[in-house]
């Protein structure tokens, strides 16, 4: 198969993980007999420092004319000076859009070799599996108008959150749809007591749901819902919310299994995928060496499962991920105090050895080794 992918690596720490997520994709491609057309573009604070805007046109191409996007990361406080719409976030924003983007999907996956990393007690986060499915071109975000006016002193901002039945039931059919495939569990996840986007989006999803009989649906407030994400993270399966909801509860999701480090995403919905890591650019790590670079690869991960539809390759990679840390090794964010920690390359490396090793058997095996 040929795999034509867009690299972003952005701001940050951004272009260190996304190296070792090429790094393994490239690993896949070569080991399962498919050619990898990879091409790199700038996004986010990057692009405003060469080109003056956050998301250029050749960006903008180069994305459209691929399958899938790969991207690390945008932003940082030397760019918090610039005005809104120049901001390397308005360009991830604007990616979004152009590439038809509406549902992200986020996997927050509890692996008992880090039982020590996640703050709860092992008892409660132990087979924590859960699905975020965030709808993500709509509300507070992409809301009109929004402002900021008047004289200092008397300032007033304005945000709009806003939905269309349109854009929540079509989010809907993708929760329940991947609900089936699962544990046949969702939660729905609104604030309807107080907003009518919310009650609007409750009624939406209740009549979508009669449409999958086999899934049982619930709803829950968004206070309510958090809470529940630390005191019984395993009880949750697919969670289905808007954007601002949404993007909240997958950074605790992120804590409750160990790392932010960990988690992947992937933008679908539209003619070509976008997956990124959940994590920001961290620019205080940036260029050490230390950032954590598994939400990037498995990314990658999903991008092969998603867009390219290579269960195979999917497996293989995430498989390569929990031999890595199965073996021990630890990037900084996941280590105890006392424990020897790997760098972003050397983690990298060992993940992409154990991916060209596999592909030789012709997918994932527990005996293939990875040294510490």
Not at 328 to 350: F, Y
């Amino acid at each position: 198969m040929q795999l034509r992918v867009t690299s972003l690596p952005g701001d940050g720490i951004g272009p260190e993980v996304i190296q070792q997520a090429r790094r393994v994709l490239e690993q896949v491609a070569g080991g399962f007999g498919h050619t990898l057309e990879l091409d790199e573009k700038e996004i986010g604070g990057a692009a405003l420092t060469k080109f003056g805007h956050p998301l250029p046109d050749g960006t903008i191409q180069a994305c459209l004319a691929s399958q899938a996007v790969l991207l690390g990361a945008v932003g940082g406080p030397a760019f918090d000076h610039h005005p809104r719409e120049i901001r390397p976030e308005a360009g991830l924003l604007r990616l979004r859009q152009a590439l038809g983007a509406y549902a992200n999907l986020r996997p927050a996956v509890f692996y008992p070799v880090l039982r020590e990393s996640s703050p709860l007690r092992e008892d409660v986060v132990r087979g924590t599996d859960i699905l975020i499915v965030r709808e993500l071109l709509g509300g507070l975000y992409f809301g009109q108008p929004r402002s900021i006016e008047g004289a200092n002193g008397s300032r007033e901002a304005v945000n709009t959150m806003r939905y269309g039945e349109a854009e929540i039931d079509r989010i809907a059919r993708i929760g329940f749809a991947l609900a089936r495939k699962r544990r046949k569990k969702l939660v729905s996840v609104d604030k309807s007591n107080v907003l009518e986007c919310s009650r609007l989006w409750r009624e939406v999803v209740t009549r979508v749901g009669s449409e999958f009989p086999d899934v049982l649906l619930s709803h829950m407030y968004v206070d309510s819902a958090a809470m529940a994400l630390v005191l019984k993270p395993t009880e949750f399966d697919v969670v289905l919310t808007e954007n601002m909801f949404g993007d909240i509860l997958s950074d605790q999701a992120g804590g409750v299994v160990g790392s932010l480090g960990l988690l992947a995403s992937a933008s679908i919905g539209g003619p070509v995928g976008l997956y990124e890591p959940v994590h920001g650019s961290a620019p205080d790590i940036a260029g050490r060496g230390i950032a954590n670079p598994l939400g990037a690869i498995l990314s990658v991960a999903l991008m092969l499962r998603h867009t390219f539809q290579l269960p195979r390759e999917a497996e293989c990679v995430e498989t390569a991920v929990m031999s890595a840390l199965g073996g021990g090794l630890r990037t900084r964010d996941l280590a105890r105090a006392g424990e020897r920690t790997v760098t972003t390359e050397e983690i990298g490396w060992q993940i992409a050895e154990f991916v060209r090793q596999a592909a030789k058997t012709g997918g994932p095996s527990d005996r293939v080794s990875v040294s510490v």
